[in-house]
């Protein structure tokens, strides 16, 4: 059964940005990290949708959809296309989150830097209570801690 993933990288603090919208920071923190490998081996062929208001030209031999919208009607788009894969959610949290309010969000992946950034993004701008999240793994390496968190729909 596919699976919809928010995989990410977060500060310490909870941004995925800094105050300046920038990930310099994740560049400078990235290490050599178990889930780097894993992710790009499973994901690297796959179809991609971005969300964006504005009109953007394609992108030549990339599986690239560019939408707007309900992300509820797109989501059936992707799970079909999917097709049994895994769907991975990256980008900001306010998007994902919009998945999380439509209960489509299944899965959390995310790893921990090592870095304090004291504003910026956030991680999610959203309220997931503790009873919508269970721990499913916990794995790091020498700088990253990475986290996989079940979301509950109920």
Same mark, same amino acid.
């Given at each position: ?13 909870? !941004? #995925? ?11 400078? /923190?990235?290490?050599?990290? #178990? ?8 994901? @690297? ?5 971005? !969300? ?5 030209? *394609? %992108? *030549? ?7 707007? @919208?309900? %992300? @509820? /009607? ?5 799970? /079909?296309?999917?097709? @049994?894969?895994? #769907? ?10 919009? !998945? ?13 830097? *090592? %870095? ?39």
């Amino acid at each position: 059964m596919t699976k919809t993933q928010y995989y990410t990288a977060t500060s310490i603090d909870g !941004f #995925i940005a800094d105050a300046d919208n920038s990930l310099d920071w994740l560049f400078e /923190a990235a290490s050599n990290g #178990i889930e780097d490998t894993r992710f790009g081996r499973s994901y @690297g062929d796959a179809p991609c949708w971005v !969300f964006t208001h504005r009109n953007l030209p *394609p %992108v *030549p031999a990339a599986t690239l959809s560019f939408v707007q @919208g309900d %992300v @509820g /009607a797109v989501h059936e788009r992707m799970v /079909a296309a999917a097709d @049994g894969r895994n #769907i991975w959610l990256v980008g900001g949290g306010d998007l994902v989150g919009q !998945f999380a309010d439509q209960g489509l969000l299944d899965e959390i992946l995310l790893g921990i830097a *090592p %870095v304090m950034l004291g504003a910026g993004a956030q991680l999610l701008p959203r309220r997931l209570g503790a009873g919508r999240l269970t721990l499913q793994g916990v794995e790091h390496d020498e700088r990253f801690v990475f986290l996989t968190y079940r979301v509950g729909h109920g």
